[in-house]
């Protein structure tokens, strides 16, 4: 028996911890400078919310929130989870001072300080900012995808929900019938003891399924007209509705496949890191908030930025002309639209065709394989293309259309003779009736100028910095953090709830940080001293 190794602790020695709790924690523990961090804050916005003089004591701010941001760095999200911890684990215990918390408590809380949040959220970023970790000259900006809180097969469609509604009132139709039938026996027998004023349990209950049916109906029929004027076919391809939370969309996921999802945002400092302005999307229009980000960005840190790094979806002809007249530089590949070197089509005469040597050089789309819009020139005084044969496009009809969630009109211009072209094989397509067209918005001069700076060394050098910048922090929050879904229903709580997550990133990576200066500068003591 010797052999085996004896417990260093028998299970009946009477002092099995250290005296204290704070003896248990070394020095260096993150979990420390986390409520350092959070003690230097000023929690009186926080305190408002309570009434300051009724009920029992209640627990300080202060206390619940780092629960919640400290779980988030340990991957531990789920309020019972966090109970449990706080019962159990000795980093939990030093951190609520040894009280008792249960998970009820978490998750109200999780949801009531929206507002107050977004200043602790400030608050992390300006220490940041006052230490030199952050600064504000270039954002990076990018959407990911987080699952909803609803099963992926727990959807609805307009059809459905018809059905559905259908069947609720007959069921309401016999609940009334048999509650008047019992309230006419009671009423003879004078045995009726409910008050007049209050429906029964279960009639109160079938009518409030009744009116959320409803609401679903009504998202399910707008989210079809939106199918139809995107010129989807909603009665082959109806849209879903997801039951259990109608405010998320059935949305790709970024692992392949479709579920209710939302669409967090995040806008990453480049030079540090941080997230400095978030936001949640139902839907994968993820260009639509970049304007109001900003505005968030200016209303919390007073500046804006003086570039952002964006991918190709944010380079909509809106989203350049805002951000131009900001004087904020947009460094974003234009989809579709790239530049073309050394272009045969962009010539001193227009109307003097291409040489035919050079009809292979002509830019094609990558798609059809036929010659791209670049092959053709436009003049603004003229208000007319020229193809590459020289020939005049005139302004034939304007167009509108809804693209990702955008209103965009279109001048079309069409070709008035393609007869006898030697081009016409690789210009139109073998099943187009009319002659050749092209179109263009009010951004189309806009877009090119992009095009054409994007495609610098210089440009694309900066842009690639936004990889890094903004992929990261979504791959910790999911992969470390665990948010890989949303716990909490509805859109207003998941923006919450994503703004707890980023402040624990902020929060995590401040710490981690600052652990490392103090580490730095207790080493050169150490070296001053001997």
């Keep these: 028996m010797a052999y085996w190794q004896k417990p260093p602790v028998e299970r009946e020695q009477m002092v099995l911890f250290a005296p204290t709790l704070e003896d248990r924690i070394p020095e260096d523990h993150p979990v420390r400078l986390l409520d350092e961090i959070l003690a230097s804050f000023d929690w009186s916005e926080w305190e408002a919310e309570?009434?300051?003089?009724?009920?029992?004591?209640?627990?300080?701010?202060?206390?619940?929130?780092?629960?919640?941001?400290?779980?988030?760095?340990?991957?531990?999200?789920?309020?019972?989870?966090?109970?449990?911890?706080?019962?159990?684990?000795?980093?939990?215990?030093?951190?609520?001072?040894?009280?008792?918390?249960?998970?009820?408590?978490?998750?109200?809380?999780?949801?009531?300080?929206?507002?107050?949040?977004?200043?602790?959220?400030?608050?992390?970023?300006?220490?940041?900012?006052?230490?030199?970790?952050?600064?504000?000259?270039?954002?990076?900006?990018?959407?990911?995808?987080?699952?909803?809180?609803?099963?992926?097969?727990?959807?609805?469609?307009?059809?459905?929900?018809?059905?559905?509604?259908?069947?609720?009132?007959?069921?309401?139709?016999?609940?009334?019938s048999q509650a008047e039938q019992q309230d006419a026996d009671d009423a003879d027998s004078g045995s009726s003891d409910a008050p007049a004023d209050k429906l029964p349990a279960e009639l109160a209950d079938l009518k409030a399924r009744r009116q959320r049916l409803k609401e679903q109906l009504q998202q399910a029929q707008a989210a079809d007209k939106a199918r139809r004027r995107e010129g989807i076919d909603p009665e082959k391809n109806p849209a879903q509705i997801p039951a259990a939370d109608p405010d998320s969309r059935v949305l790709p996921n970024k692992e392949g496949g479709y579920a209710p999802n939302y669409t967090p945002m995040a806008m990453t400092d480049v030079h540090g890191g941080f997230i400095v302005a978030t936001d949640v999307l139902a839907s994968t229009a993820e260009h639509s908030v970049t304007l109001s980000m900003l505005d968030d960005l200016?209303?919390?840190?007073?500046?804006?930025?003086?570039?952002?790094?964006?991918?190709?979806?944010?380079?909509?002809?809106?989203?350049?002309?805002?951000?131009?007249?900001?004087?904020?530089?947009?460094?974003?590949?234009?989809?579709?639209?790239?530049?073309?070197?050394?272009?045969?089509?962009?010539?001193?005469?227009?109307?003097?065709?291409?040489?035919?040597?050079?009809?292979?050089?002509?830019?094609r789309n990558p798609q059809s394989k036929q010659l791209d819009k670049a092959a053709f020139v436009y003049v603004e005084d003229e208000d007319r293309y020229y193809c590459p044969q020289g020939r005049p496009l005139d302004y034939e009809q304007t167009k509108s259309e809804t693209?990702?969630?955008?209103?965009?009109?279109?001048?079309?211009?069409?070709?008035?003779?393609?007869?006898?072209?030697?081009?016409?094989?690789?210009?139109?397509?073998?099943?187009?009736?009319?002659?050749?067209?092209?179109?263009?918005?009010?951004?189309?001069?806009?877009?090119?100028?992009h095009a054409e700076k994007m495609a610098t060394a210089e440009a694309r050098a900066r842009y690639e910095k936004r990889f890094h910048a903004a992929e990261v922090p979504f791959a910790i929050l999911k992969q470390v953090m665990n948010l890989r879904r949303f716990l909490l229903r509805g859109l207003e709580k998941v923006r919450t709830e994503w703004l707890w997550g980023c402040t624990a990133y902020n929060l995590a990576k401040l710490t981690r940080h600052v652990l490392r200066l103090r580490a730095t500068f207790e080493a050169l003591a150490f070296a001053e001293a001997r």
Excluded at 55 to 83: D, K, M, N, W
Excluded at 310 to 323: H, K, P
């Design 298 to 363: 200016q209303e919390m840190f007073g500046d804006q930025p003086e570039a952002v790094l964006a991918d190709g979806v944010y380079a909509t002809g809106e989203n350049l002309e805002e951000l131009e007249q900001r004087s904020v530089e947009l460094f974003s590949p234009l989809a579709g639209q790239q530049a073309v070197p050394d272009n045969p089509a962009v010539r001193d005469d227009p109307t003097v065709p291409v040489a035919e040597a050079d009809y292979d050089r002509l830019p």
């Design 50 to 176: 309570y009434h300051g003089h009724r009920g029992q004591p209640p627990i300080h701010p202060r206390v619940l929130a780092g629960i919640l941001l400290y779980g988030f760095t340990r991957g531990i999200r789920s309020s019972r989870q966090l109970e449990y911890q706080v019962r159990h684990g000795i980093d939990f215990l030093w951190l609520v001072e040894g009280r008792s918390i249960d998970h009820s408590t978490v998750c109200e809380f999780r949801t009531k300080f929206k507002q107050p949040l977004k200043s602790l959220y400030r608050h992390i970023c300006r220490v940041a900012m006052s230490l030199g970790l952050a600064r504000l000259c270039e954002v990076a900006l990018d959407g990911t995808r987080v699952r909803a809180s609803n099963g992926r097969m727990n959807t609805l469609t307009a059809e459905k929900i018809e059905k559905l509604l259908a069947q609720l009132d007959q069921q309401l139709e016999d609940t009334l």
């Design 403 to 449: 693209r990702r969630e955008q209103w965009i009109v279109r001048r079309v211009y069409r070709s008035l003779d393609c007869s006898d072209c030697p081009l016409s094989a690789a210009c139109r397509s073998p099943k187009a009736s009319k002659n050749r067209s092209v179109s263009r918005d009010v951004h189309e001069k806009r877009r090119q100028a």
